[in-house]
């Protein structure tokens, strides 16, 4: 199978099972057709298939419960037809795995359409995949990924969350570090207390003890009457304590001996204080370096990292890239009220291989903007800023035509060299047209042809595109 995966195509109209399944076929997909004697749904189940593309009358007159069939397997249902495909809204309503599509087909549509099925169908994969324990689902409503490094990252906050040890979180900015610390609380059986974070970076260093310990009434300058600090708040809770890579010495030593003790004392407190805190730390820098450094305690960094937890950069998973943006997307539209249907195909292939020095957050960042910004419809390359497309390949290599493998070309019973040649000619011309939106003289300039080669080529196969482009 193709790593785009199985598209099953049913329809009696010819033309359209041969220029959807050209088509599909240069998108990366495998196509199996229904047809033959074989039963549509012993084909689905023979070819593992992933995607139903069916014309509604037709898969009516073979199987009129095939709603009820398609709910019991795993496929999606994308539903083509001429007018009536309004009756499919009905359909629709009844299972969300059922997408509609009017003929004539618009190609463009079509794809984005069948991205958007896989999108959605990675989506319930991850659901699989992550399970319905109650721990999972709390991790799967907040965490999205599905690469290996992700599934690691679950297992491993599922079951330090059943403990009561400190955790050291590392990682770039943006990969998730507090996301990943409020899972933990969450998963634990603290959760019913506080989950408080102190930012230790963004208080200024006189203030940051008061603020961690608390301080009594006219222990210093403005201190007008005792406040308590997070360590109280969070008593029987958790304490995530952010950047704190950037924690000061003198500070280091006073957190040393709460880990140590359990205990801590309020600024111009005479006397200690008992506390039940669970420590998650997390930092963008590198501990073991600012060890060695001296910038910071070495047994405060054992203290801290009884469990270490490192989360990869976003280029080192790009597989969760697709399903982060379409949650994203799904999000964001919801929130805007907007109408963005999806990425092309393009931009996909673009956003999976920028570097994304800023992580997730940059990702969640720029599909914000590109949904305000757009509004509706389908965002293409032109939709992105400047600094995504530099990596992108020239127009010259996207035109490329892919190379006929030179060996076993010929099958073993013989091949009709006619009907070969015209399908090999039909799916160049169903992609150049895909690549130029439909407009024909850009297609015949992706296929060195005059644009009245191009449109005769068309009439006689009988393949119908807007005829105004
Ligand atoms: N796996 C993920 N799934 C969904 N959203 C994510 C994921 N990872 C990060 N995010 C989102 O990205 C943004 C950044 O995440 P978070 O604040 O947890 O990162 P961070 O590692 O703490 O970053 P920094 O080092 O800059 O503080 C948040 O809006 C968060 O919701
Ligand atoms: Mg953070």
Same mark, same amino acid.
């Given at each position: ?17 041969? &220029? ?15 047809? @033959? ?9 023979? $070819? ?12 009516? &007159? ?8 398609? #709910? ?47 999108? =959605? ?71 019913? /207390?506080?989950?408080?974070? %102190? ?18 009434? @006219?222990?210093?300058?403005? #201190? =007008?009457?005792? !406040? ?8 029987? @809770? ?6 704190? @890579? ?14 140590? $003790? ?18 998650? #730390? ?41 399903? &982060? ?5 799904? !999000?964001? $539209?919801?929130? /805007? ?9 393009? %931009?996909?292939?673009? &956003?999976?291989? =920028?570097?994304?020095? *800023? ?15 757009? *509004?509706? *419809? ?9 600094? =995504? ?5 020239? !127009? ?11 060996? $076993? ?31 024909? /003289?850009?297609? #015949? ?15 006689? /196969? ?8």
């Amino acid at each position: 199978m193709r790593e785009n995966g199985t598209i099953l195509i049913a329809d009696n109209d010819v033309k359209t099972r041969d &220029l959807v399944s050209a088509f599909l076929t240069y998108q990366g997909y495998d196509i199996a057709a229904a047809e @033959g004697n074989t039963p549509f749904f012993e084909t689905i189940e023979n $070819n593992n298939v992933d995607i139903i593309i069916a014309d509604l009358t037709y898969l009516r &007159l073979i199987d009129p419960d095939f709603k009820e069939r398609c #709910a019991l397997i795993n496929p999606l249902l994308v539903l083509i037809g001429y007018g009536e495909i309004d009756g499919a809204e009905h359909v629709k309503s009844d299972s969300d795995t059922i997408f509609t599509l009017p003929k004539p087909l618009n190609l463009d549509e079509l794809e984005s359409l069948v991205m958007r099925a896989r999108e =959605y169908q990675s989506m319930k994969m991850y659901d699989r995949t992550v399970g319905d324990s109650a721990q999972n689902k709390i991790l799967s409503a907040s965490m999205i990924g599905t690469s290996p490094p992700m599934r690691a990252l679950f297992e491993m906050i599922t079951k330090v969350a059943a403990s009561n040890a400190t955790v050291l979180i590392q990682g770039e900015s943006g990969t998730g570090k507090e996301l990943a610390a409020r899972a933990i609380h969450q998963l634990s059986n603290r959760n019913a /207390k506080n989950f408080v974070p %102190v930012n230790c970076a963004a208080i200024p260093d006189d203030l940051l003890e008061s603020e961690l310990f608390g301080h009594v009434k @006219g222990s210093f300058t403005g #201190a =007008y009457a005792n !406040r308590i600090g997070r360590f109280e708040m969070a008593d029987k @809770g958790s304490l995530f304590l952010d950047e704190i @890579g950037d924690m000061k010495a003198n500070l280091q030593v006073k957190l040393l001996r709460v880990l140590q $003790n359990r205990e801590f004392e309020p600024v111009g407190a005479s006397k200690s204080q008992k506390v039940d805190v669970r420590i998650i #730390a997390a930092t963008n820098k590198n501990l073991e370096e600012l060890v060695v450094s001296r910038d910071f305690r070495e047994d405060l960094y054992y203290r801290l990292s009884v469990i270490p937890i490192t989360i990869p950069p976003l280029r080192e998973r790009r597989e969760d890239i697709p399903v &982060l943006i379409h949650t994203f997307l799904v !999000r964001f $539209n919801a929130d /805007k009220r907007n109408t963005v249907k999806g990425f092309s195909r393009e %931009v996909l292939s673009i &956003l999976c291989n =920028y570097e994304w020095p *800023g992580n997730v957050r940059e990702l969640e960042n720029l599909v914000e903007r590109l949904v305000i910004l757009k *509004g509706s *419809g389908l965002i293409v390359p032109d939709d992105l800023p400047e600094k =995504y497309l530099s990596g992108k390949p020239s !127009r010259a290599i996207l035109v490329q035509i892919p190379t006929l493998p030179a060996d $076993n070309l010929l099958p073993e019973g013989g091949i009709c060299l006619n009907s070969a040649v015209e399908e090999f000619e039909n799916n160049l011309i169903a992609q150049a047209l895909s690549r130029s939106g439909g407009n024909k /003289k850009e297609a #015949a300039i992706l296929l060195n042809l005059k644009r009245t080669t191009l449109i005769e080529k068309l009439k006689k /196969k009988n393949m119908s595109f807007n005829e105004d482009q």
